[in-house]
C-alpha cells in the first residue's frame, strides 16, 4: 500500500479550511450559531485545543481515507466519489445521534453538509496526489 503522506496532510488541513468558511458568517455562522445555542464566549474557550484535537482527528480521517484509495487505479474522480461516500457514511451516524439528541433540522443539514464537502475534497485530494 502506497500513501502519499503529503497529500494525507493537505487533506487534513482542507477539513480546517472548508469549516472555517462553511461555520463562517459568510455561510452558516449565524443559523449554526442559532441552532446550538452556544454563545461567542463560550465557542471561544479552549479554541488552541479544540483546533489541535480536530485537525488530529482530520488526520486520522484522512488516512484512513488514504488506505482505502491505495490502489492504483485511483485518479481524482475515484477520490472525489470515495469521500463523497465516506462523508454518507459519517452523515448518517451524525444523523442517528443527532435525532436522540433531539437535534434540529436545521442544525442536523448545516453540518452533514459540512461532512459531505470536507469529505469530497479530502478524496478529491488525495485521488488527485496519488
Do not use: C
Not at 15 to 36: H, N, Q
Not at 48 to 56: M, N, Q, S, V
Not at 95 to 113: M, V, W
Request: net charge negative; aromatic share 14%.
Amino acid at each position: 500500500m502506497e500513501i502519499n503522506h503529503l497529500a494525507v496532510i493537505v487533506a487534513a488541513i482542507s477539513d480546517l479550511l472548508v469549516g472555517a468558511l462553511w461555520f463562517s458568517p459568510l455561510l452558516f455562522y449565524k443559523r449554526w450559531i442559532a441552532e446550538t445555542g452556544i454563545n461567542e464566549e463560550t465557542l471561544n474557550a479552549g479554541a488552541g485545543k479544540i483546533y489541535g484535537l480536530t485537525l488530529l482527528m482530520a488526520i486520522i480521517i484522512s488516512y484512513n481515507l488514504a488506505a482505502f484509495l491505495a490502489e492504483d487505479g485511483t485518479d481524482a474522480a475515484w477520490g472525489a466519489i470515495a469521500g463523497f461516500l465516506a462523508g454518507v457514511w459519517a452523515a448518517a451516524a451524525f444523523i442517528i445521534i443527532s435525532l436522540f439528541e433531539r437535534k434540529s433540522a436545521a442544525y442536523i443539514f448545516i453540518n452533514i453538509g459540512y461532512m459531505l464537502v470536507a469529505f469530497t475534497l479530502k478524496g478529491f485530494i488525495i485521488g488527485v496526489w496519488r
